[in-house]
């Protein structure tokens, strides 16, 4: 594992914003941390990060533990927060450098990684610009370049999206996928439900100071009552035969679709359908439907989380 939690706490005078978390983030994977404003996600990255320390609880990030060994958990970490740490009156090539500078890195290695992030995030022409000049999705993936000046292993990404138009939204998306390829992990926080349910590997929903849900987006989505199969039929005689097979159906003979709540998993769906085969029902086409994240936040946090899209 490249991050291992267990019981974190922390509290700000009599509240409780963390009350006992456990987390563990595998190698190579990205790993969503989603809850309502305030629900203690930024503060979970501090902790991680090292900014903040944690009033109780332990965590080894990068196989170091975070109490004990700080500086190389720092070595071993990038973090992109919800606000740019771009300078602005600096070009894109003195940012990154500086970044270099900062890491040791030395004249001639940090020349040569600079000259890499720069062409890898399409930033070659606009080297030479003040930051300031920079279009909202171009200051992101900067700010994203200069976390990796440093090669982490594990980087935190706190609502990287924020701000960002559709198209530059999915760049960056992209872009995390190609780190993730590269064997990095990734710790995202994000008020997009679409992108935890586009990029993670495993969600988890933070509400009240406790993690109330973990598991893949299907998973998840499995939890919330409203799934269903929609069955469609080639004739009304099929649909008719099919609907007396199935207990608690709802048909539709306009459509020529009968509606079968289930949960949607391959059991659930392969023992439907070898039912309806014994009976000698004929299906046209099938397709299953899941409650989506949105669905999922609302049923287990007691906070609406703004959801833009």
């Known amino acids: 594992m490249m991050i291992t939690a267990t019981g974190l706490r922390r509290s700000y005078g009599d509240h409780v914003v963390l009350d006992g978390i456990d987390l563990h983030v595998p190698r190579g994977s990205i790993f969503s941390l989603l809850g309502a404003n305030g629900a203690g996600k930024t503060t979970t990255v501090k902790i991680l990060s090292t900014l903040i320390r944690a009033d109780g609880g332990s965590a ?10 700080p500086d190389a958990v720092r070595a071993a970490i ?10 602005n009156l600096m070009t894109g090539r003195e940012n990154l ?18 000259d890499e992030l720069l062409e890898r995030f399409d930033l070659v022409e606009a080297a030479r610009k003040p930051a300031s000049t920079y279009s909202g999705g171009m200051r992101r993936r900067l700010d994203l370049a200069m976390t990796l000046v440093g090669n982490p292993r594990v980087i935190f990404l706190d609502e990287p999206t924020t701000g960002l138009d559709p198209r530059s939204r999915r760049d960056m998306w992209q872009i995390v996928r190609d780190l993730v390829a590269g064997g990095v992990s990734i710790f995202l926080t994000t008020q997009y439900l679409e992108e935890a349910d586009q ?9 009240g100071g406790r993690i109330v849900a973990e598991g893949t987006t299907e998973e998840l989505k499995r939890r919330i009552p409203g799934g269903h199969v ?38 659930a769906l392969r023992s439907l359908l070898n039912h309806l085969d014994d009976h ?3 299906i046209d086409s099938v397709s299953v439907h899941t409650p989506d994240l949105d669905d999922v936040f609302l049923a287990l946090t007691d906070k609406e989380l703004v959801v833009s899209r």
């Open 280 to 282: 000698a029902v004929r």
């Open 97 to 114: 450098s500086l970044m270099a500078d900062l890491r040791h890195l030395g004249r001639a290695t940090g020349r040569r990684r600079v």
């Open 230 to 267: 929609e069955l469609r039929f080639a004739d009304v005689r099929h649909l008719e035969a099919a609907a007396r097979a199935v207990t608690r159906a709802t048909s539709d003979a306009e459509t020529l679709s009968l509606r079968v709540p289930d949960d949607g998993s391959p059991e």
């Open 60 to 69: 080894r990030i990068a196989g170091h533990d975070l109490a004990t060994e």
């Open 78 to 87: 990038g973090v992109t927060g919800q606000f740019s740490a771009v300078d």
């Open 199 to 207: 990029l993670a590997d495993r969600v988890a929903v933070l509400n």
